[in-house]
RNA sequence: GCGGGAGUAGCUCAGUUGGUAGAGCAUUAGCCUUCCAAGCUAAGGGUCGCGGAUUCGAGCUCCGUCUCCCGCUCCA
């Protein structure tokens, strides 16, 4: 099957079986917006308690908060994305290309500048010693044109940025004649400002609402809360802090499916430790995260880590987890090494000291970090996209037969068990509807008497139960039941008063934090 | 945002040169009882994405609009 079919067969399949839904899909829905539907929703928690117990339960010196979306708008202006979230962008329109205005322009300045700077060397090759370069630049025709437009046109563009004048910006650009590197043309768009952070008001309107943002990534929220955290709970470095939550980014362009959304759910812990020892910890983190994702046996090879080779302003070394989705090997998981960037910022712009003093060393210093930042709405593509399988069957009658099965790990799957009387008589039901009240309270379990036992085993496949168990009229004689294997379809006959210990031993998540 | 493709029942689709909407599967109820989907009977479900235009009449033609999918950028 071509890519793009198993991608779309996958999106299908989350909606036929509740998994995922469009957003508003009744009023035609709602760009990059999902719903996690009444299987999605248990599966999201299962991947997220995966995540939260491998962090906080496993680790003593890792510990969890939950900060409010909503912050300080200061907040934003200190982690750089009111600046870098905001960038005035100008399309092309004959290369289709689109740029940064404000970039354009800088880019045209220094040409310019360039230009000064050739004209300047030439003269002093020519005077040799005795060049003043200043006062060249204030007597040479072509120079001080040169500058003057320079000047110009920083005047206007500094004023423009200050005044968010988009107008502005893009008469600059018209009026310098910069072209489009590709096609070479001036044929320009209007200069629009992309703002990826969502903005709502705080306060009543007319007693002077301020502006706040709708966080777009979960990091900040653990960052301002360091003191709190490291006081309180007598935190000692190196420690993490950990936190699963909604951010909110406005992208340009939103798509494939829940890989990026609107609105999405981050798990992020953010590891404190001593400056200069923070790439020997990004090593381990590095390490530690890809287990924790192989742990899932969904294939070591599907997953690969991707180095940055750019790093961002703030890091010193970062990597990428990628797996390696219908569509190609795709980022899950980011881990950021981000020395004491973040921190620093906060205790330039809050005026409070960010530092920790290290009993061991006997000094104050602030901590470096490093981030172990994952998508669960990526996560769960993830998760879907390896256990979603077509799998051929062959018959006893020799023809082959398509089977559709989730082969989720038991522990991250919606419903643990299905419970089906394997005729409607002969009281069977009734003693399904007994077994069913007595482990809904350890279990997420389904009763089914409808159609055939074949066709009930296939709607459990396709919503991902691992088990099936199943009365007949041996259960009635003897009191055992049948516990039917998604996986390899086979049955074991085991004693009913066994089923909550066996159940309770496969779907446990000790099974799987114990591979870690 | 720009270019390309698509939108008819929960799903997969059919619907002739414009004449008032169909199939299979699924769902629900009943019958039958059979350990790996597709036995029988019946029922429910659609203002054909939305809005407008043309026409006596639009699922079909035209315009607009929304949403989804594929490319271009960024990221979790």
Redesign the pocket.
């Known amino acids: 099957m071509a890519q793009?079919d198993v991608?779309?067969k996958l999106?299908?399949h989350c909606?036929?079986y509740g998994y995922v839904f469009?957003s508003s899909e009744i009023?035609?829905?709602?760009?990059?917006?999902y719903d996690y539907g009444q299987y999605g929703v248990e599966l999201k928690n299962n991947i997220k308690k995966y995540w939260w117990d491998s962090m906080v339960l496993l680790n003593e010196n890792i510990v969890g908060i939950d900060s409010a979306i909503f912050m300080h708008p200061t907040i934003w202006k200190a982690s750089g994305h009111v600046d870098a979230f905001n960038d005035p962008l100008i399309?092309n329109?004959d290369s289709?290309?689109?740029y940064r205005a404000d970039v354009l322009i800088e880019e045209h300045m220094a040409k310019i500048e360039d230009k000064i700077l050739k004209e300047v060397a030439k003269a002093h090759e020519r005077f040799g010693e005795s060049f003043d370069e200043k006062k060249f630049r204030e007597t040479n025709p072509r120079v001080l044109a040169s500058q003057a437009k320079l000047d110009e046109v920083y005047s206007r563009f500094s004023k423009a940025m200050n005044d968010t004048d988009l107008e502005g910006l893009r008469q600059i650009i018209l009026d310098t004649e910069i072209v489009c590197p590709l096609s070479g043309t001036r044929n320009w768009?209007d200069v629009?400002q992309f703002n990826?952070m969502f903005s709502t008001e705080m306060g009543s309107t007319s007693e002077g609402a301020s502006k706040i943002y709708l966080r777009p990534?979960t990091a900040q929220g653990i960052f301002v809360n360091f003191l709190n955290v490291q006081k309180t709970g007598r935190m000692k470095v190196p420690f993490g802090i950990a936190q699963i939550g909604k951010?909110f980014?406005n992208?340009?362009?939103?798509?494939?499916?829940?890989?990026?959304?609107?609105e999405?759910e981050?798990m992020e812990m953010q590891f404190f430790v001593q400056p200069g020892s923070e790439l020997d910890w990004f090593r381990r983190w590095k390490e530690t995260r890809m287990k924790w994702h192989r742990a899932l046996g969904f294939g070591d090879d599907n997953y690969r880590f991707h180095d940055h080779t750019k790093l961002?302003h703030y890091a010193n070394a970062a990597t990428?987890i990628e797996y390696k989705f219908p569509?190609g090997f795709?980022?899950?998981?980011?881990i950021?090494s981000r020395t004491d960037y973040d921190l620093k910022q906060h205790q330039s712009f809050s005026g409070k000291k960010m530092q920790y003093f290290d009993p061991e060393k006997g000094e104050s210093y602030i901590p470096y970090v490093i981030e172990t930042?994952?998508?669960v709405?990526?996560m769960f593509l993830q998760v879907v996209s390896a256990a979603l399988q077509d799998e051929e069957?062959k018959?006893?009658d020799g023809?082959t037969?398509?089977?559709t099965v989730l082969r989720l790990p038991s522990f991250l799957a919606p419903v643990k068990l299905a419970v089906m009387p394997?005729?409607?008589?002969d009281g069977l039901p009734d003693i399904a509807q007994k077994i069913v009240s007595d482990l809904k309270f350890d279990f997420n379990c389904q009763y089914d008497?409808?159609?055939?036992?074949?066709?009930r085993?296939?709607?459990q496949?396709a919503i991902g139960t691992p088990y099936?168990i199943?009365?007949?009229h041996?259960?009635a004689a003897d009191n055992t039941?049948?516990i039917?294997?998604r996986d390899s379809?086979?049955?074991e006959r085991v004693r009913t008063e066994e089923l909550k210990n066996i159940i309770f031993e496969k779907v446990s998540i000790a099974s799987l934090l114990k591979k870690l």
């Open positions: 793009d991608f779309k999106v299908a909606k036929e469009p009023y035609d829905g709602l760009s990059a917006v399309d329109k289709k290309k689109r768009t629009r990826l990534e951010a980014r992208e340009i362009v939103a798509r494939q499916f829940i890989f990026r959304m609107r999405f981050q961002a990428d569509f795709k980022e899950v998981e980011g950021h930042s994952i998508g709405d990526r069957i018959k006893e023809t037969d398509t089977r394997l005729v409607k008589k008497d409808k159609d055939s036992i074949g066709r085993y296939r709607r496949d099936c199943t009365i007949d041996q259960t039941v049948t039917r294997y379809m086979k049955q």
